[in-house]
């Protein structure tokens, strides 16, 4: 059996002959953007949310990240906001909302509070719930009917779906880190290549990573069409959990954890498919379009559309005009005028100290403009403690307040059409970070190495 | 139930979710008329209504009808409903593709929009048609699992769900389903 398998079968409440299976929920994260239409669904339906001490709710898409402690100033984002608190007040919802300090974005929360666990499966109106899997649990995006559907049965209705396994072996490189993994992936099989499954990642080389790094793999999934994607709980789970708010405790802690040593994938598991990567292959990456899968080395060169099928071309075509590149020119050099740090990909503390680390002592380019976005309260707390925010000051990086910011330009941090911006979130969609906007999507320390130098730049050279 | 429609062309391939709805228009609180944003940054210069990109294929009048024909891994990226509730929204019943995102798959069919998937030469002849005769049908048999390109007779079927099937034909949705199911769950609970 896989691990997706054990998982699986402990949650399936009744198996429909040929059908789909009625599949419980152990932990629902909710937000201010696609549970509005649910909680009316209730509503209408008289009924009760079946199991709020399984529902946990903040406020992340629209929220502004300066100055939260104001009303949020655009109307309809503050009605969106308002509403998410009435209604997790109408229903008895724990909300974590602005203001409160464990407020954030729903994907960085659910693990730092401990209340993302191993076995569980997990859901939430937003697609990079993927993020979860890292921990060995289930856990996939859902739209907003499925959110009622869990609001009122804590069930869905779900295929079981086919299983990837995604194996890579050896050691990254200097100034690789887990980001340049998945988009290494995602460039190998494309942004629909792993439509239909879910994929557990194994390998020495995903062994060896923290837990915030498996997390920024796992977020990602979704970007090849993966349904989800998992890593087997180890001793890294296991210590990045012990202690956390919600993780349990005691006698109940060394229980959890003898089960949670049984969640791995069998010697003889068989997978639908499976892939093997060298980490040594792994460079820097980043990309040039605009979807995740038109990613390359960051010492590479713009594609040409040689090689696609004719069918393909036009989009490709549409893709560099949308990007104002060139097939055939190195990525290396493109002028960059700003820099997202966040998004639940990678704004975690590990991430903001890697940044820091970097930038220290450097100072940005002229005329870009770098923003740094905690995932959390709880990142933005720890960064100022350990004084990272001294180091993003001199450097003329703005540390603002968490939420998912330029990530996908909800709230006022949007990118103008035009300007080119190298970003640590997940996807490059035209549009994504304001009309009109240009992303390229990489690592931290890429994005960091832009910033100081003002164009696309290859971090292992400005590394000791 | 038959789905009987001229069709409208839309050859991109990795259509995502921000594309068919930009997220600036996700701070309504209701599930109502979003069709008019359906496309908004591809339809409209400048975000304005007043000026319509004329080579954007919902703006050209020679293509009208119920059903979207679109490029390869049609609904990827962002799980928004709001998605398929703007293309229900803006007239559409079906969209066929040769591949859809399992996400956008699931949220048209709890919207009752038909995602029909094709095979890739099924696809591109029906995109040759279209363009050929924009007044030709295509027509849907969902009892069936068929569909064919009326012009040229070409039929083929599709896969779905029984359950789905059987849902959308019925217009039941898998609430009233799970409902009915609580005392097991409450069973299952007791044991979890
Ligand atoms: S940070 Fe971006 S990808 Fe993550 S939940 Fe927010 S909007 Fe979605």
Known sequence: MTLFDKIWDKHVVKQIEGGPSVFYIDRHFIHEVTSPQAFDGLRKRGIPLARPAQTIATADHNVPTWDQHLPIKE??????????????KAFGVELYGLGHPYQGIVHVIGPELGITQPGMTIVCGDSHTSTHGAFGAIAFGIGTSEVEMVFATQCLMQNKPKQMRISIEGELGKGVSSKDIILYVIAQISASGATG????????????????????ICNMSIEMGARGGLIAPDDTTFEYLKGRKFAPAGAEWDQKLAEWRQLNSDADAQFDHEIHIRAEDIQPMVTYGTNPGMGIPVTGTIPGEELLEEKERPSFRKALDYMGLQSGNAIKGQKIDYVFIGSCTN??????????????????????????????????????EEGLHLIFEQAGFQLRQPGCSACLGMNEDKIPAGKYCISTSNRNFEGRQGQGARTLLASPLSAAAAAVTGVVTDVRELLG | MNINSTAIPLEDENVDTDQIIPARFL??????????????DWRYNNDDEAQPKMDFVLNNPAFNGKILVAGKNFGCGSSREHAAWALKDYGFDAVVSS????????????????PVQVSDDFLQQLFTTIHQNPASEIAIDLEQQSITNVATGDKAFFDINQYKKTCFINGYDDIDYLLSMKSEIEVFESTH
């Open chain 2, 27 to 40: 701070k309504a609180t209701s599930r109502d008329g979003f069709g008019k944003n359906l496309f908004r």
């Open chain 1, 347 to 384: 704004s975690r503390i590990e991430d903001l100290r890697q940044v820091a680390a970097f930038v220290q002592g450097r100072r940005k380019a002229d005329g870009v403009e770098v923003w740094i976005v905690p995932g959390s309260k709880q990142v933005e707390a720890q960064a100022q």
């Open chain 1, 197 to 216: 499954y879910f994929v557990e990642y194994a390998g020495s080389a995903i062994r060896s990573l923290s837990m915030e790094a498996r997390m920024t």
């Open chain 1, 75 to 88: 109307a309809l984002s503050r009605l969106q906001v308002e509403k998410l608190t009435e209604n997790c």
């Open chain 2, 99 to 114: 591949f859809f995102a399992d996400i956008f798959k699931n949220n048209a069919l709890n919207n009752f929009l038909l």
